[in-house]
C-alpha cells in the first residue's frame, strides 16, 4: 500500500520554493503518515500461531480489512523518533507558559511510577492484595489536606477540569441536601474557561464579575450580584493576571454570608504551596494539578489529574471510592450504597494512579522544607523577569506579581506587530511562546511563567532575547519581518482557518490519491 | 533540593534588580493573617534520590503484581504484553515533556501523531471520525450521553443493565447533577440478547440515547443491529461502549451495527494496569455529528509555503472559545497514553492486530472449556470474546480471596460490583496467560469447591 513517491508529493506544490527534492532539510526529514508506509503481511511484532480450538464469537467474526498498515518494528521506531523530533518540549528548553506551568519532570517520578507494584496491579483485584497502591494513595492524600489545610480530598478526578466539575458537583450535592435551589454561580471575566463551562455543566447561569484596575475581582460588584440564589464563586488565586487576590478572606466571607460556596481554581497552587493553606483563606473546594504544582509531565496535552481537597462542610459529599485506613489495613469504599452522603462515581476506578506515584515523589524528593522553597523561588524568577522587561515591554498591572508575569501589548503599539507575530518571532530565537491573548481582560496579553527550576542564567538569556525583540519591533517597519515568522521550523506558519472550514480529521486513502492528483 | 537551581547569591542579586529586600515582600498582596511563618508541620523534609526510591520501593513491594501470578482480572482493564518500544518512545522528551500544541509549527510531532491516532480508532472502530481522546472509557461514555442530549434535544438515557457497573455509577452521577434522566434496562448476565429487546421497549419520543456495551460486563456479544435501527426510527442515538478494545482485531465493529457513538477504553493497547488509571478514552462518532463532538481534535491544513501540515481545529466548540457554551468542559486529552495506543497499533498493523485477537479468543475459548469440567464451576456466556461469566457453588468473594491466598487472582466476583449475584465471577483471558496459569486457576477452583 505504500508509495514514497505518493507521500512525497504532498510536498510537491511547495517544490519550487523548497531548497531540496525531497523536502527534507538536513536533520529535518519529512515524515509521511504512517498509513502512507508499510507493505501488506508485515508486522512489527511476533505472535504465536493461533491454537485451533474454534470460535464462541455467536457469528459476530469480523469481516473484512480494518485498514491498518503492515511496519516492522524498526520502521516503527524510526516514524516516531523522527515525529518526536518535530516538537518543542521542557527537556529542551525553556517553555514560558503562563498558567500551564512547565517545569522540569524529574526521570525518578518516571522509574518509580514503573514500579511493578503500582504499574501492574489491577483496580479490581481484591483489596487484600493491594495494600501498598492503597498506601500510596493514602500518603498522597495526607500530603494534599496538609499542604492546603483542608479535611477531605476526592482523588478520581482525571484532570483540572474533571477536578472543577467533582468541586462543583460536591457544592451542588450540598445545595441539595440542605433542600435548596439554587441558580448562578459568579465567575470572574478573566477565569479560565474551564470555570464557566463547568458551572454551566453543572446547571447553573454563569454571571460574570468584572476586574477591577487592579486585575482583582472588583469587589463592589462581587457584593451587588450577591443573593439567596448564588450557589457559588469561582475565583482563580492566584488570579489568571498572575495576582494573588488580596481581598480574598473578605469574598469567602461574603460567599458565606449568603450560604454560598467559594470554589477555587488550584492551577496556580504552585505560587504558594507552602507558604499559604488554601483552608485559611476561606476556600471549600479547590482542584490541584497535579501535572502542574507536582511536575507530573504534560504529555503533550496529558494525562492530567485534579484531585479536589474539600471544606468541613463538603467533605461528607465526597464522591467514591475512597480509602478507609482501619486496624486490618487499608480498604476501599466503592459502592455508593457504602458512601451515605457522597454525590456518586466520577470515573470507573480509584484515579490516575500512575500520576500520584510521579506528585507523591516529587512532594517527597521536596520536602515540606523544598515545597516552600518552591514557591518563593518560583515567585522570585518571575518578578526577576517582570522587572528587567518593564521598560521594553508593557506590564499590565503595578505591584509584584506572583509566579507569572502578564504584560499587555501597549509595547507593541503603531509598529504593526501584533502579540501573535512577537510570538511566533520567538519561536525563531529557540523559545516556545509565552501563554498568548489570555486573560481576555488585558488586550493582547503575554503571559510569562518561568517556574522555580530555571536558573538564573536561563533566563538572563530569555530576557535578552524578548527586550531584543521589543527593541526591533519599536524600530519599526519590522512587522513584514515578524510576519514571517517562524522560518526555521518543520512548518511556517498554518492555516487554522481552511483546517476549521473543511476539516480533515483523519487519512482516507481517496482523498490522499486525489490530492497527490490535484 | 536538587530540582532548584537558584542559589543564594542568585536570589540576592535578583532582589536587588526588583528593588525589593526579602522574598516576604513580594508576597506582601497575601493577608498577613495567612502567611505560614515556617514549613508546614506534618510533614517530612526533602529526601535525596536514594531514599526516594527506597520509600517507595518498599511501598510497591506490599501488592501483589499481576505479572507474578496467574492472572484473569478484568472488567474494563486488562493485562496485555506491550512491547518494549512502546514504553521507550514515549519516553523521549519531546513527546513526555512537551504541552498541548498550541503553537503547531513546533508541535507537528504531536499533532501528526494525533491525526494517526484520530485515523485508528475511527478504521478499529467503523466510524467516520474521532477525537484526539478522552480521559478513560468511562468518562468518555458519560460525555457521549450528554452529546446525545444536546443532538437530540432530549433528556432520557436508557442504560442497558449489562454496561459496565461503574460506567453506569459515572452516566448515573452525571444525570443526578446535570438535569436529565437515566433508566436501566434488566441485568441478564446469561445472554444479553433478551436484554437487547428489553431496551427496545423502553425507547420512546422523550430517549435522547441508548447505551449498550460489546462485549457486554459478564463478556456476552451482541448483534445491535436492530437495536441501532429501533433507536433511529425514534430519533434516538445508539451509544455503544468497547471496554476490550481488542476485541475489535475478531468482532464485527459497532459502526457496522449502525452505532451513533462509539465510547472505548483504550488501555488495552499499549497502557499498563497502573491500579486504574491513566487510561485513554476513545471517542469516535459519525462525520454529521462532528460540531458536537467533545474534546481536542487535530486536523489537516497547508502552511504558508503550501506543504501539508496539522493543527488543531474545529476549537470554537471548546471552553477556551465558548466558554459557558462549550460541548463540554474538557481542555486536556490523555495525549501520551494515545500516543502509547498509537505505537502499539503501528507495531501491530492490520495482521499483528488480527491475530492479537485471535489469540486472545482461543485462550478464551480454551479456558471456558477447562473450567466447565470442574464441578461446582458452569459456564454462564455463549459467545465472547476473551472474558465470560461462571456460576460458582460457593460465593465468588469467598473463592476468590481463597485462591489469592495460593496466589492466583481469579477474575472479579460480580458482588463487588453489583450486590446480590453472589455466585457469580468474571473471568478474563488474554494472550499473557500460559496453559500453565489456565491449569492452575483449574485446579486451584476444583480445590475451594470441593
Redesign the interface.
Known sequence: MSDWSKALS??E??AE??PTMT?NLGLQLE?P???EQ?E??????D??P??K???????????G???????S?PQ??R???R??????????GL?P?GS?T?K???R?N???A?????????????V??????L??ID?LAH?LK??TGMPAVAMSP?????G??CGM?AI??AIEAKGERRTRVLVPESA???N????????YT?DPIPANERGRVDIEAFRAKLGPDVAAVMITNPNTCG??E?E??EIAELIHSVGGYFYCDGANFNA?V????PG??GVDAMHINLHKTFST?????????GPVVLSEALAKFV?VPYVVHGKDGYSVV????AAEDG?????????????F?RA??Y????????????A??A???A??I???LKDEMSPAFD??C?HEALFDDDFLKGTGVTTLDF??AM?DEGY??MTMY?PLVVHGALLIEPT?????E?IDQFIAVLAGLAKKAKQGDQADWFKAA?RF????????T???RK?????KPEEQSKDAAD | MRYLPLTEADRRAMLAAIGVPSVDSLFRDVPESAWLKKPIDGLPDHMGELEVDRALSAMAAKSMTAGSVPFFVGGGAYKHHVPSSVDHLIQRGEFMTSYTPYQPEITQGTLQYLFEFQTQVALITGMDVANASMYDGSTAAAEAVVMANRVTRRNKAVLSGNLHPMYRAVIETHAKLLDFEAVTGRIEPKGASGGADDLIGKIDETTSCVVVQNPDFFGNLTDFTKLAEACQAKGALLIVAVTEIVSLGAVKSPGEMGADIVVAEGQSIGNALNFGGPYVGLFATKEKYVRQMPGRLAGQTVDAAGRRGWVLTLSTREQHIRREKATSNICTNSGLCALAFTIHMSLLGEDGFTRLAELNHAAAVTLAGKLAGVKGVEVLTDSFFNEFTVRLSKPAAEVVEALAAKNILAGIPVSRLIPGHDDLLVIAVTEVNTQADMDALAKGLSEVLS
Open positions: 504532498s510536498f506544490g511547495a520554493n523548497m523536502g515524515e503518515l504512517i498509513f508499510g501488506d503481511g508485515r508486522t512489527g511484532v505472535l504465536p493461533v491454537p480450538v474454534g470460535s464462541k464469537l455467536g457469528g459476530l467474526a469480523r469481516k480489512k480494518i485498514g491498518l498498515p503492515g511496519l518494528e516503527v521506531v516514524h516516531y523518533t515525529l518526536s523530533q518535530k516538537n518543542y518540549a521542557i527537556d529542551a517553555y507558559l500551564c512547565m522540569h519532570n524529574p525518578l518516571e522509574k518509580m514503573r514500579l511493578a507494584g503500582f504499574s501492574d496491579v489491577h483496580p479490581l483485584q481484591p487484600s492484595t493491594v495494600q501498598g497502591a498506601e500510596l500518603t500530603w496538609t499542604l482525571a484532570a483540572g477540569a474533571h472543577e466539575l458537583m451542588r450535592a479560565h474557561g474551564t464557566p463551562a463547568t458551572a454551566a455543566a453543572c446547571g454563569v495576582l494573588f488580596s480574598i478572606i504558594i507552602g507558604r499559604v493553606r485559611d483563606l509531565p504534560h504529555g503533550g496535552g496529558g494525562p492530567g489529574a464522591p466503592e459502592s455508593e450504597g454525590f456518586g462515581r466520577l470515573k470507573a476506578f480509584h484515579g490516575q494512579m500512575g500520576m506515584v507523591l515523589t512532594m517527597m524528593s521536596h520536602g515540606a522544607d523544598g515545597l516552600r522553597q518552591v518563593s523561588d515567585v522570585l524568577n518578578n526577576y517582570l522587572a528587567c505591584g509584584p506572583m510570538a511566533k519561536i516556545h511562546p489570555f522555580e527550576t530555571e536558573s538564573k536561563a517562524p521550523t518543520p512548518r511556517r506558519r498554518l492555516d487554522e481552511a483546517a476549521a476539516p480533515m480529521l483523519r487519512w
